[in-house]
Nanobody, 121 residues
């Protein structure tokens, strides 16, 4: 499975962005799709996941971000509203054929190359 993210960029505080993840290869095997971010000097951090139709969010993004997946198109989106400067990071799309329970950034089998999101104050 190959994952390619798009949609990152520079946005002002309070603005919105939509990140997209296009999957190719054995996409039917994907059960868990997630978004993970990493800010400079920080460890990777769980953002959101979609597991068999069940969604999970980090407390820091709950109510502002929405994860979705289109199985027919083999794509996944992360809609980000009310962005804050602390949301600035490289955002990675990740996927696994396993049910990765819990709010974790590790354990994914497939990763995209990442897309930069910068939120100015």
């Amino acid at each position: 499975v190959q994952l390619v993210e798009s949609g990152g960029g520079l946005v002002q505080s309070g603005g919105s962005l939509i990140l997209s993840c296009a999957a190719s290869g054995r996409t039917f095997s994907i059960y868990t799709m997630g978004w993970v971010r990493q800010a400079p000097g920080n460890e990777r951090e769980f953002v959101a996941s979609w597991r068999g139709g069940v969604t999970s969010y980090a407390d820091s993004v709950k109510g502002r971000f929405t994860i979705s997946r289109d199985n027919a198109k083999s794509t996944g989106d992360l809609r980000m509203n009310s962005l804050k400067p602390e949301d600035t990071a490289v955002y990675y799309c990740a996927a696994s054929p396993r049910n990765l329970g819990g709010s974790r950034w590790y354990g994914y089998d497939y990763w995209g190359q990442g897309t930069q999101v910068t939120v100015s104050s």
